[in-house]
């Protein structure tokens, strides 16, 4: 079996009736995020470069075919127009780190019908789950104000493959390092990692478990000291350092507790112990919001340690993502259902000075000072360039935070900015509204042929 078979069971029966039908013509479908979760100013895009694999290596083969089958209970022989279905289309996207609002697409595919169809449940699992951790993310290295972020959330991520997903969009977003050795190898980025209770209680006293510790890591170590009594346990590492002259690059790690004023403390007997290049490292059920807090009390605080809220994206685990056909065969659609409406047609998004986006039909004229965000990634099935470095990302991500109003990047109560829908799009809609009100009070016309269906016979609307 192949990556192919990595999609809802809809999207094999709706890509066999198409096939049967004939419908095989170029088809459009967007990809955006209908409104942004609670307390979100702005998303990362991110995912992009998975999904391009999975499109470049989409081939349905026999073993997909027999699997395909048994799900259908239906014979392999009514299965078989699938073999050898390869994506040959081509996606335009929003690039790995920019900002984008919500209703904008952050990817569009446009290739045969079944093939777009099929790749629906991989890109977008792929778009939603990886822009919904890198949001949170980036939102942490915001409320740290400079001081460093480093990955902890491996052990609690859904799975080792969102473990090394959260580890890269950490280090996409900006963070430190990551405690995930095999993403800090794969990446090149370093790898982080200080102690656990079990290694202290394991030990008759804390001050034998940090001497046997340091023995173990001739450099800087980081010793965790709340076991106990976190003020004494401060006081053991300040003695365990100076007698091992461990100083610079040092630090102690504050794992519970109230932990602005535990911060406190630590810095006043570190400081009293003549080691004030011993750093403070904070972890604990920490995001955004609990490190906000603790930067705006002032607490003496290097290094954060984000873990499980944020490679799961606690507070907003989900996104509001649709991947909707937007046109057929040269035909502009729309969905109308409340409060689910989409917009016909491809689609550009220009970015203005302040992210005060406009989302445009994709052959318009940029807007004065409109830049566009969707780039041509694939064609004919093929990346048009090679894969991006986190170095690019970041640089993409730091530039859109600075664009960025200060409200939408506030940690709690952001104002997030709405994107403007052009004028010929807004017509668009109007004449798509209004075709499928006549549509719907005209009498059906007869199929005139082999593979010909009403509804690849309409006329296509001007746009």
């Known amino acids: 079996m192949s990556d192919a078979m990595t999609t809802d069971l809809y999207e094999v029966t709706m890509a066999m009736s198409y096939l049967r039908e004939g419908m095989i013509g170029p088809a459009t479908f967007s990809l955006f995020v209908r409104e942004l979760p609670p307390d979100r100013g702005f998303l990362v895009a991110a995912g992009l470069e998975l999904a391009l694999d999975y499109l470049a290596d989409l081939l349905v083969g ?91 959330s491996l052990r609690r991520t859904h799975g080792p493959q969102a473990g090394f997903q959260a580890a890269r969009l950490g280090a996409l977003t900006g963070f430190a390092g990551t405690s995930n050795v095999a993403a800090a190898a794969i990446l090149g980025i370093p790898a982080v990692g200080t102690m656990a209770h079990s290694f202290v209680e394991a030990f008759p006293t804390e001050e034998q478990a940090f001497r046997a510790f340091a023995r173990s890591h001739p450099g800087p170590v980081t010793f965790l ?36 004023t535990l911060a406190a403390r630590a810095r006043a007997l570190l400081d009293a112990a003549g080691l004030p290049d011993v750093r403070i490292t904070a972890s604990g059920s920490l995001d955004e919001y609990a490190v906000d807090d603790l930067v705006r009390c002032g607490a003496p605080i290097d290094t954060y340690a984000v873990g499980t809220r944020v ?98 990047r506030r940690i709690r109560a952001p104002v997030a900015p709405r994107a403007t829908v052009s004028e010929p799009l807004s017509a668009l809609v109007s004449r798509v509204r209004r075709r499928i009100g006549e549509e719907k009070s005209a009498p059906t016309a007869p199929r005139t042929g082999s593979g010909q269906t009403a509804f690849g016979s309409h006329r296509s609307v001007p746009k």
């Not at 000291?225 to 102690?252: F, H, I, M, N, W």
Request: hydrophobic fraction near 40%; charged fraction near 25%.
């Open 62 to 152: 026999p073993e997909d075919v027999d699997v395909f089958a048994s799900a259908l209970h239906q014979p392999r022989r009514d299965l078989q127009p699938l073999l050898g279905l390869e994506f040959t289309g081509e996606v335009r996207a929003v690039p790995e780190g920019r900002i984008v609002l919500a209703g904008e697409p952050l990817l569009e595919v446009t290739a045969p019908l079944p093939q777009a169809q099929l790749a629906e449940t991989y890109v977008l699992n792929q778009l939603s789950h990886q822009t919904a951790i890198a949001s949170k993310a980036a939102r942490c290295v915001l409320a740290a104000a400079g001081h460093p972020v480093v990955d902890f």
């Open 225 to 260: 000291v709340d076991t106990y009594d976190t003020e004494e346990g401060v006081r053991v590492a300040a003695r365990v350092l100076r007698d091992l002259d461990r100083g610079p690059g040092s630090a102690v790690r504050l794992d519970s507790g109230d932990l602005g």
């Open 311 to 408: 490679g799961v994206s606690a507070d907003a685990p989900y996104l509001d993502s649709a991947y909707k056909l937007v046109e057929y065969d040269g035909r502009p659609v729309m969905k109308l259902s409340s409060a689910k409406v989409t917009a016909p047609g491809p689609k550009q998004v220009f970015r203005r000075p302040g992210c005060a986006d406009v989302i445009a039909l994709a052959d318009e004229q940029p807007p004065e000072e409109g830049r566009p965000l969707l780039e041509t990634v694939m064609w004919d099935g093929r990346r048009t360039a090679a894969r991006a470095t986190l170095d690019e990302c970041r640089e993409r991500l730091a530039a859109d935070l600075a664009e960025l109003p200060s409200a939408a």
